[in-house]
């Protein structure tokens, strides 16, 4: 059975930082793409980085320079540092799983989705 688990979400003020953190089970987790998804209420879900199986990261505009997505393979863990955050980056955070070859920001190129942790930026 597969999981995906997040963690390390919270609310934080504006210019803050957090980490989150998912932890993938019944998966060879270097076989994988890797990424991070964000939904706030009455938005659709976007793919905001991705990592692929040799560590490669991408980002869309909106987070470059300020999140940076990172994997350890050992531990089956991907990882978001979110660096100045700010009021737009609320949202429910997903990581993904997945296979099969597509433009990393598309959902169904991924086979797995964790639950999400929620991340609420507020002064």
């Known amino acids: 059975q597969v999981q995906l688990v997040e963690s390390g979400g919270g609310s934080v003020q504006p210019g803050g930082s957090l980490r989150l953190s998912c932890v993938a089970s019944g998966i060879t987790h270097s076989d994988y793409c890797m990424a991070w998804f964000r939904q706030s209420p009455g938005k659709e879900r976007e793919g905001i980085a991705g990592?692929?199986?040799?560590?490669?990261?991408s980002y869309v505009d909106s987070v470059k320079r300020r999140f940076t997505i990172s994997r350890d393979n050992a531990k089956n863990t991907l990882y978001l540092q979110m660096n100045s955050l700010n009021p737009e980056d609320s949202a429910l955070y997903y990581c993904?799983?997945?296979?099969?070859?597509?433009?990393?920001?598309?959902?169904?190129?991924?086979?797995?989705w964790g639950q999400g942790t929620q991340v609420t930026i507020s002064p």
């Open positions: 990592i692929d199986s040799d560590g490669s990261p």
């Open positions: 993904a799983a997945g296979r099969t070859g597509g433009h990393w920001y598309t959902q169904n190129m991924y086979d797995y």
